[in-house]
């Protein structure tokens, strides 16, 4: 009688070691997530904020404007959607749906950065009736697609967030 109890207690100890350990797990993994998503917020926020500027060249005469426009892109254009290195490690915790919505950036961008430099290689007409103003509808139209797109990321992490 006494092996039969002492050997249930030890059962249902194990047991309770067993759904804690899992918990303690479930919360570590969770924390980890919910890092990895603080860290791509803060990179998508800083991408709106280059893909802004990088429109606002291509809508100014501004010479200041247009040359931080072009520095930004730079020689490799694509660096610009390209998640940093710094959130490699991160990339594990994402869900398959918000990798797809990051390669979603490709082909917009390239369309955008083909556009907006054709624009900033023109002279801008000082003269005419914009007064310096670049109103070109194609360019911002594909800025409103990537922001689209970031606002896509953004729901499917509040989504993968919120999952229990």
């Known amino acids: 009688m006494i092996e039969r109890h002492f050997e249930t ?3 249902l100890f194990e047991r309770q070691y067993e759904l804690q350990f899992l918990a303690d797990q479930r919360r570590r993994t ?3 997530l919910k890092k990895s998503y603080e860290n791509l917020g ?10 802004g500027e990088i429109n606002a060249g291509a809508t100014t005469s501004r010479l200041q404007v247009r040359n931080k426009a072009r520095a930004l892109m730079g020689d490799r254009p694509w660096d ?11 990339e594990f915790y994402w869900s398959s749906e918000v990798r797809k919505l990051i390669t979603k950036f490709e082909a917009p961008y390239a369309n955008f950065a083909s556009r ?6 023109r002279q801008p007409d000082e003269a005419g009736p914009t007064k310096g103003v670049i109103i070109d509808q194609r360019a911002w139209e594909l800025r409103d697609e990537l922001f689209s797109i970031i606002h896509e990321i953004k729901t499917q992490v509040r989504a993968d967030l919120m999952a229990p």
């Open 9 to 11: 207690s030890k059962q």
């Open 30 to 32: 969770r924390e980890e």
């Open 42 to 51: 803060v990179w998508l926020h800083t991408l709106e904020r280059t893909i």
């Open 80 to 90: 610009v959607i390209t998640p940093p290195v710094s959130l490699a490690a991160s």
């Open 116 to 121: 907006v430099t054709s624009i900033i290689g």
